[in-house]
Each structure stands twice: as structure tokens, then as C-alpha cells.
T-cell receptor, first 115, second 115 residues
């Protein structure tokens, strides 16, 4: 059974810092890994999608890496801003049959960036 | 190009009533997924549908819950005889394709409160 763990559970940093969020998964048989952002009381916004054959993806100040063999992904946020405050979720999509429809999520990292 | 639309955004039901949650996928998307986020818990997969077909319902409770995605119209998640434990945020996601190219886009969610 796939399990996804995110560390740390919560992170508070001053504006301008570079930071790293960690995600680990127990089963490396995945199609891809997706990072999301969730604001309080809102839906999920897709940030980055990394296919299993890729090592990293970049979008603006965000960079996500994937090491499938070790079951790890990191989300790097450069020059953090108060508007980055949200819960960041990591999710993996398994290989096999029709289970590719089933994203398995981590518990999330609650990020607070204070001015 | 509208995103995934869910309605209602908030739904209050008394114990024993029925709840109907609607989801219109992004334009051109034929794959729909439902997830549930219980208070203080992560997002859990419920069901994966394509037009007129249930592909994977391994996350659906065995009783009272059903889902459909008809040829015309939105996907519906139906909860019969609701109980307090059904109170949660229900999210719908859609994707253009299945398999390894699947990137899921989520709606804003329906927050169900059972009183």
C-alpha cells in the first residue's frame, strides 16, 4: 500500500527565505508526482507535475525534483513571499491497471511566510 | 476556459437526508475523480469515472454512496441517509487523459455539513 509522508508538517519563515519541502513515498511504481497548493477553505491548485522519467520541473520561483528510486521529491521555493502562505500537498499516481486514477496524498506542509 | 466547477459550494443536510454533489469537468475532459477530505485528515480517493463508466470505485464506502458521470451533464456524487461522519469537503478533479500523462485539475470543493 502506497504511503506518502511530508516533512515538515508546518514551517514558518520570514519573507525572502529560500525553503525546501520534502515528500517521500513508499512504492516507487508511479506514473508521476504532482505538487499542489491549498489555501484555507479553497480547492487545490496544481503547481508542478513531474513524470516518472523526469528528474525535475520548474515554474517561476518553484522547482520540484523527483528521485523515484529513493522515493523522494522536494519542492524548492525561492525568495518566499507572504502570498506563498498555504498548505502544500504532494501526491503520487500509481502504475497498474486502472489505479492510475487514484492519487495518494501526503498530509501536507502548512507554510507561513511572515513579512 | 473555466476550470472544474463544483456546486453547491456549501451544503447543509440533516441526518437521514440525501446529499447530491455536482461536478462539471474542465472543457474537453472526460476523466473525473472524486476525493474526500475529512477534518484533520488528508485527501482520500473515492472514485474514478469516465463518461458513463465507473473505472475504479475502490475508495467508495460500500453503502449509501454512489457516483455517476452520464453522457450528458455533470458528474454526481450521491450520499443517501447522511450521518454526521459524512461531514467533510468533497473535491472533484478532472483530466484530459488517463495513464502516465494524467494531470489532475481540482475544483473548489463542496463542504458538506450534516446536522
Amino acid at each position: 500500500k502506497q504511503e506518502v509522508t511530508q516533512i515538515p508538517a508546518a514551517l514558518s519563515v520570514p519573507e525572502g527565505e529560500n525553503l525546501v519541502l520534502n515528500c517521500s513515498f513508499t512504492d516507487s511504481a508511479i506514473y508521476n508526482l504532482q505538487w499542489f497548493r491549498q489555501d484555507p477553505g479553497k480547492g487545490l491548485t496544481s503547481l508542478l507535475l513531474i513524470q516518472s522519467s523526469q528528474r525535475e520541473q520548474t515554474s517561476g520561483r518553484l522547482n520540484a525534483s523527483l528521485d523515484k528510486s529513493s522515493g523522494r521529491s522536494t519542492l524548492y521555493i525561492a525568495a518566499s513571499q507572504p502570498g506563498d502562505s498555504a498548505t502544500y500537498l504532494c501526491a503520487v499516481r500509481p502504475i497498474g491497471g486502472t489505479s492510475y486514477g487514484k492519487l495518494t496524498f501526503g498530509q501536507g506542509t502548512i507554510l507561513t511566510v511572515h513579512p | 476556459n473555466a476550470g472544474v466547477m463544483q456546486n453547491p459550494r456549501h451544503l447543509v443536510r440533516r441526518r437521514g437526508q440525501e446529499a447530491r454533489l455536482r461536478c462539471s469537468p474542465m472543457k474537453g475532459h472526460s476523466h473525473v475523480y472524486w476525493y474526500r477530505q475529512l477534518p484533520e485528515e488528508g485527501l482520500k480517493f473515492m472514485v474514478y469515472l469516465q463518461k458513463e463508466n465507473i473505472i475504479d470505485e475502490s475508495g467508495m464506502p460500500k453503502e449509501r454512496f454512489s457516483a455517476e458521470f452520464p453522457k450528458e451533464g455533470p458528474s454526481i456524487l450521491r450520499i443517501q441517509q447522511v450521518v454526521r461522519g459524512d461531514s467533510a469537503a468533497y473535491f472533484c478533479a478532472s483530466s484530459l487523459r488517463g495513464g502516465d500523462l494524467t494531470e489532475a485539475f481540482f475544483g473548489q470543493g463542496t463542504r458538506l455539513t450534516v446536522v
